[in-house]
């Protein structure tokens, strides 16, 4: 539903924010049977979901999409009882992490009964995600609903249609139900802003869910969906992803549909921001780019490459070889992430059909600047503008990247150099991976390299609130534009990861970033799931799906439940 509360109609940002949260509460006080108040939950909220769902609703939310697919494509279970679960359970979330923005549920069991009825009519399921329940980042246009971005000023803003991305999954048979959180600007790697305030993640309240697809990894990591769409373009679907435990895939930008979302600075081609899905599964992130790609989206969206979904045999007698990154030597990792990297890597270093190598970092320090420089090449005046038009204060986190000091109100010229400093390091990279080759092919391209980078999602787990400031982790690969893949493996847990280890700040960032592990220490951010993430080349994203299958394969990841 449209706002009438704006600051258009001469409401005060304050006035704008209580309506849009009391218009939250409206849609989830409409999913059926109420849930009870929960007046002082657990900083670790996920056992809560058995003592309140009903143990259908509990088998149906903890199904990953490929469960689900079968059952529902065959009639086993119907697209109303799962799209019901899927409410409630995302309901309780919202208690419980802050991470709806709107629920849809008259909107998604009307959708559920027609497609339990075409089944029914038919024989046959609709599409490849026949009644599968996808949560939706608020940016993302629904027809006829309020797109803000976050921003107060855009409350208010309806779409006039839906977003391709979401065109497309409807004639697979999807199912949308409910809307995330996303920060002020859009720019945090977590999710906090004045129009509904701060999303906290599921493991552990103090610590945050991530940015900016924030709403989305509290939602998917407390199971309150098994399949949602985040974006990125500095860790925005990585991030969530890995703070709270689940799959999210980076895509090459160019791979699928963006057309249709709302955000500041809208046309800029310096660094191109991606969409892509975060599940409960790996499975469930392979169905749902395939999806994507089969349904030839460039010819609706010519902005996008022509690229079929790949479905070569990558390593076809022989072994998967992978790079691993430690330490970006900017920003030093807590040691939980580093002793699930360990652990992973010493799986890998014992499997047959994997080589590891040491990754030697390239300058990321001169990729952050490259980056940072680049993400508002306005000087960030088009999102102050729009803060400052509704008066809305700027968050902590909105202020340390729209001022960092690598920002600049660039003159065309300008823009054009720091465009040439993007594509010179883009070429030295390439050129670094290329030296990875053993042997060279008979048309003197590089062979036996490196096929993907192992590396950390951030320089430890998920944050506390206000702290999450190192980018450098993710943004590293959005700078490339290089697809990357983040994935579960272990969670802090005091007795494996309360150490206590000196260290010499290598700069300011690094310096407050061990400081905080040093204040909170392994107790401070228990629970909290450890993930990693590999990358590859550029199109190079089917690969390193399939590189993912037999990491997986080998080391039997993740190690905990």
């Given at each position: 539903m449209a706002a009438t509360v704006t600051i258009a109609s001469g409401a005060t940002w304050q006035e704008v924010a209580a309506d849009r949260q009391k218009y939250r509460d409206e849609t989830l006080a409409a999913i059926e049977p109420a849930l009870p108040d929960i007046p002082s939950p657990p900083l670790n909220t996920v056992s809560l979901a058995k003592d309140i769902l009903s143990a259908d609703e509990i088998k149906i939310t903890e199904s990953k999409v490929e469960e689900l697919v079968p059952l529902l494509a065959k009639g086993d279970l119907s697209a109303l009882t799962v799209v019901q679960a899927f409410l409630r359970?995302?309901?309780?979330?919202?208690?419980?992490?802050?991470?709806?923005?709107?629920?849809?549920?008259?909107?998604?069991?009307?959708?559920?009964?027609?497609?339990?009825?075409?089944?029914?009519?038919?024989?046959?399921?609709?599409?490849?995600?026949?009644?599968?329940?996808?949560?939706?980042?608020?940016?993302?246009?629904?027809?006829?609903?309020?797109?803000?971005?976050g921003f107060i000023c855009w409350v208010g803003n309806t779409a006039i249609e839906d977003a391709h991305i979401l065109q497309i999954l409807w004639n697979a048979g999807a199912v949308f139900y409910v809307r995330t959180t996303q920060p002020q600007t859009l720019m945090h790697l977590e999710t906090s802003s004045n129009l509904y305030g701060v999303t906290t993640n599921p493991y552990n309240t103090t610590l945050t869910s991530g940015g900016s697809s924030g709403g989305e990894g509290a939602l998917i990591g407390f199971k309150g969906s098994c399949l949602g769409?985040?974006?990125?373009?500095?860790?925005?679907?990585?991030?969530?992803?890995?703070?709270?435990g689940v799959y999210g895939f980076k895509p090459t930008a160019g791979r699928l549909p963006v057309a249709g979302w709302a955000g500041p600075a809208a046309g800029e081609e310096q660094i191109l921001p991606t969409i892509g899905p975060l599940s409960t599964s790996f499975e469930g992130i392979k169905l749902f780019t395939k999806t994507l790609i089969d349904a030839k989206p460039w010819y609706n969206e010519p902005s996008l490459l022509p690229f079929p979904w790949k479905e070569d045999d990558f390593f076809k007698g022989r072994k998967l070889k992978i790079g691993v990154v430690w330490d970006d030597d900017v920003v030093r990792p807590h040691p939980p992430v580093t002793r699930a990297l360990k652990q992973l890597v010493d799986k890998l270093k014992s499997s047959e059909n994997v080589e590891v190598a040491e990754w030697k970092p390239y300058k990321h320090d001169f990729a952050w600047e490259i980056i940072a420089n680049l993400y508002f090449c306005d000087g960030g005046a088009e999102e102050k503008g729009l803060m400052d038009k509704s008066k809305e204060p700027l968050r902590p986190l909105s202020d340390y990247i729209l001022n960092n000091p690598h920002v600049e109100t660039h003159t065309i010229p300008s823009m054009y150099a720091a465009t040439v400093k993007r594509d010179a390091y883009r070429t030295e990279y390439a050129e670094l991976w290329n030296k990875t080759a053993t042997s060279t092919g008979p048309n003197g391209e590089p062979e036996g390299m490196v096929d993907v980078i192992l590396s950390l999602v951030g320089p430890g787990v998920a944050p506390k609130i206000d702290t999450a400031k190192w980018w450098g982790y993710t943004s590293?690969?959005?700078?490339?534009?290089?697809?990357?893949?983040?994935?579960?493996?272990?969670?802090?847990?005091?007795t494996k990861d309360e150490v206590k280890e000196s260290h010499s700040p290598r700069n300011a960032t690094d310096k407050e970033n061990w400081e905080l592990w040093e204040k909170y220490g392994a107790e401070g951010y228990k629970d909290a799931p450890i993930s990693l993430q590999?990358?590859?080349?550029?199109?190079?994203?089917?690969?390193?799906?399939?590189?993912?299958?037999?990491?997986?394969?080998?080391t039997g990841i993740p190690f905990v439940e």
């Open positions: 359970r995302a309901a309780l979330a919202q208690k419980l992490t802050n991470c709806i923005t709107e629920a849809l549920p008259s909107r998604a069991l009307e959708r559920a009964k027609y497609l339990d009825e075409y089944l029914k009519t038919n024989g046959k399921p609709i599409g490849p995600l026949h009644g599968i329940p996808i949560s939706v980042k608020e940016h993302i246009s629904m027809k006829g609903l309020d797109i803000n971005a769409i985040g974006t990125d373009i500095g860790g925005s679907i990585r991030s969530p992803a890995a703070n709270c590293q690969w959005n700078l490339l534009n290089y697809p990357a893949l983040v994935f579960p493996v272990d969670k802090v847990e005091i590999i990358v590859g080349r550029c199109f190079e994203d089917e690969k390193v799906l399939q590189a993912f299958q037999i990491i997986q394969n080998n």
